[in-house]
């Protein structure tokens, strides 16, 4: 199965067009589905039945995992015996009639508007060197509502200034138009005047010296400056796109349109910030209403 397990890693690898973080997940995935597998002598994948996906699951209940990590690593493991069968490794794909267990959606935490211009106010205010850069990617994140991965990833010819509209490469390789509003164009073009450009480089975000700015330095800043404004318990890059989708709804907007904009495959995924929007709305409600 190993064999199998790593050929398979090589094809997604080369053609799936999933981020390096997602191949890296479904290789730790598949990688302690093995040692479960090893360690109880069935290493061929014929060996494998449904019984055994079903005593790995049991393992990684015992483990203290959450149902969401355990739904994540059900879902490579199911994605990995499709491709098994579809090579013609096995007869038949008896994982695929194993259900996810079912998860309760967290709602995701997003930032107050208002706290949103004290951040940028902030990182103005900061004596860092990279502080203009620290802004404008903040200012993706949030105006644009990207991924930290589709910021980092943005190139120069990506951004078109004259029609307000950045080009974006999601997941799966997919493509996306997104509105370029006024402050973040400000924010961008004030950042590009000042930018290193000793270095050849296609991407827009390059720190200080020259080299691209990487998801991981993204996650260190945004961290420390949300830790000098806020006590919010997830403190990553993220937010902002949860933030920017949230405040959009809450400002009216279609649920579709936002959709589009956050590159969304299905509506049920999005949807998750009408409940956002509700919650708010009942905390409101609880504060101010007489009758609460």
Do not use: W
Not at 91 to 104: E, M, Q, S
Not at 268 to 285: D, P
Request: charged share 25%.
């Amino acid at each position: 199965m190993r064999n199998i397990i790593q050929s398979y890693l090589k094809e997604i690898e080369s053609t799936s067009g999933y981020s390096p973080l997602t191949i890296k997940a479904y290789t730790e995935d598949l990688e302690q589905f093995y040692s479960f597998c090893e360690s109880i002598k069935k290493i061929e994948i014929s060996l494998i039945s449904e019984r055994t996906i079903k005593q790995y699951l049991v393992r990684l209940n015992e483990l203290g995992l959450e149902k969401s990590s355990i739904s994540r690593k059900l879902s490579s493991i199911r994605r990995f015996f499709s491709y098994a069968f579809k090579k013609e490794f096995i007869k038949k794909n008896l994982i695929a009639y194993i259900k996810n267990p079912k998860v309760k959606r967290k709602l995701p935490e997003v930032i107050p508007e208002d706290l949103y211009t004290a951040l940028i106010k902030s990182i103005y205010n900061s004596k860092d060197k990279n502080n203009i850069l620290h802004a404008a990617v903040i200012e993706v994140l949030y105006g644009c509502s990207l991924r930290v991965s589709e910021a980092c990833n943005l190139l120069l010819k990506d951004v078109d200034f004259s029609a307000s509209i950045i080009r974006v490469l999601g997941k799966g390789n997919k493509t996306r138009i997104v509105p370029l509003g006024e402050q973040s164009k400000k924010i961008i073009e004030k950042y590009l005047s000042i930018r290193n450009t000793e270095k050849k480089q296609n991407y827009i975000f390059l720190k200080s010296d020259g080299s691209r700015v990487l998801s991981n330095y993204v996650y260190r800043f945004v961290r420390k400056y949300l830790s000098e404004l806020t006590d919010l318990k997830k403190k990553s890059p993220h937010i902002f796109r949860h933030s920017s989708a949230t405040h959009m709804l809450n400002h009216g907007a279609d649920l579709t349109a936002i959709k589009e904009i956050l590159g969304h495959s299905n509506l049920s995924t999005t949807q998750i910030y009408t409940q956002v929007s509700i919650e708010r709305l009942k905390n409101v409600y609880k504060q101010a209403h007489p009758k609460s």
